[in-house]
């Protein structure tokens, strides 16, 4: 069985966004809408499974007889349907020899043979064929390997394809706070059954979230504002968006962009060894 192509929107740099799911006219899983920003974990603890481990999920059917959502019950047990590859996306859909399931669809299993998303780096190279090392000092804990894609197909049974303003990325998936590194928060895309790993903005609120604040309950940025008391101290809201000013604490080494009116990154120095500082977006980036 052919895979067919699934993505995930993700709009902005890492925050929350309200964007409603549709199917698509051809019945494939259906593109979902997520701002996660971090113009930014710690080495996890050692009870920590390693990201690449499949997170573990109590298949149980509750008391009376239902399922904690999002799972969803299939005969005797309750079924991931969005990765369980016996019922991916419905009860008793099998997906086919080479495929895994992942946001409920079959899709050829990590073809490129890459390294999993999500794991940490310090450049590109750590990532294996094709990945992208998101930095540390662009707001990515302990740095986050990302790789481009065209689907879902490409990113591997732990991640999915989302659209961003740096490309279409592999993003890891998660069940919980514990499928994610430290640093990080597992973020559930309005909905869909589909969540995120994505930085959390706890540690750093300056270095993640620039002229927004940091919500202190979800430990994501703010994505939008009506007032420039919902912005960070030294910013204001303007035409529903926080602009940064030059007494906005953007984190060190970094500073606001008068002209973009957005936190970005000073120089090459600022950005650490082996990575750069590139202008035209102001974030820094692996050599």
């Given at each position: 069985?052919?895979?067919?192509?699934?993505?995930?929107?993700?709009?902005?740099?890492?925050?929350?966004?309200?964007?409603?799911?549709?199917?698509?006219?051809?019945?494939?899983?259906?593109?979902?809408?997520?701002?996660?920003?971090?113009?930014?974990?710690?080495?996890?603890?050692?009870?920590?499974?390693?990201?690449?481990?499949?997170?573990?999920?109590?298949?149980?059917?509750?008391?009376?007889?239902?399922?904690?959502?999002?799972?969803?019950?299939?005969?005797?047990?309750?079924?991931?349907?969005?990765?369980?590859?016996?019922?991916?996306?419905?009860?008793?859909?099998?997906?086919?020899?080479?495929?895994?399931?992942?946001?409920?669809?079959?899709?050829?299993?990590?073809?490129?043979?890459?390294?999993?998303?999500?794991?940490?780096?310090?450049?590109?190279?750590?990532?294996?064929?094709?990945?992208?090392?998101?930095?540390?000092?662009?707001?990515?804990?302990m740095g986050y390997c990302t790789y481009s894609c065209a689907a879902t197909g490409d990113c591997g049974a732990t991640g999915v394809c989302v659209a961003s303003n740096l490309g279409r990325l592999c993003i890891r998936t998660c069940m919980t706070r514990g499928d994610c590194r430290a640093g990080y928060v597992c973020s559930p895309v309005p909905g869909s059954m589909v969540s995120l790993c994505v930085p959390s903005c706890a540690a750093n609120p300056a270095l993640s979230c620039?002229?927004?604040?940091?919500?202190?309950?979800?430990?994501?940025?703010?994505?939008?504002?009506?007032?420039?008391?919902?912005?960070?101290?030294?910013?204001?809201?303007?035409?529903?968006?926080?602009?940064?000013?030059?007494?906005?604490?953007?984190?060190?080494?970094?500073?606001?962009?008068?002209?973009?009116?957005?936190?970005?990154?000073?120089?090459?120095?600022?950005?650490?060894?082996?990575?750069?500082?590139?202008?035209?977006?102001?974030?820094?980036?692996?050599?």
């Amino acid at each position: 069985m052919a895979p067919r192509a699934s993505a995930v929107v993700l709009l902005g740099a890492l925050g929350c966004s309200s964007t409603p799911i549709t199917e698509e006219p051809d019945g494939s899983a259906p593109d979902v809408s997520v701002d996660v920003r971090a113009d930014s974990a710690l080495p996890p603890p050692p009870d920590t499974p390693p990201p690449d481990a499949p997170p573990t999920v109590d298949t149980t059917p509750l008391a009376d007889g239902g399922c904690e959502p999002p799972l969803l019950r299939c005969g005797a047990l309750c079924a991931e349907v969005f990765r369980d590859p016996r019922n991916c996306g419905r009860c008793g859909n099998v997906c086919q020899p080479g495929e895994t399931c992942v946001a409920n669809t079959c899709a050829v299993e990590n073809p490129r043979r890459r390294v999993m998303p999500g794991i940490p780096c310090a450049a590109n190279a750590d990532c294996g064929a094709e990945g992208v090392c998101q930095l540390a000092a662009a707001g990515w804990p302990m740095g986050y390997c990302t790789y481009s894609c065209a689907a879902t197909g490409d990113c591997g049974a732990t991640g999915v394809c989302v659209a961003s303003n740096l490309g279409r990325l592999c993003i890891r998936t998660c069940m919980t706070r514990g499928d994610c590194r430290a640093g990080y928060v597992c973020s559930p895309v309005p909905g869909s059954m589909v969540s995120l790993c994505v930085p959390s903005c706890a540690a750093n609120p300056a270095l993640s979230c620039g002229s927004y604040r940091c919500d202190a309950a979800s430990e994501r940025c703010a994505t939008a504002c009506r007032t420039s008391m919902e912005c960070s101290a030294g910013s204001a809201c303007t035409g529903g968006r926080c602009v940064c000013s030059g007494s906005t604490a953007c984190g060190a080494g970094r500073a606001c962009n008068v002209a973009t009116t957005t936190c970005q990154c000073i120089d090459d120095a600022s950005c650490g060894a082996g990575a750069r500082c590139d202008r035209p977006t102001g974030r820094c980036v692996a050599r």
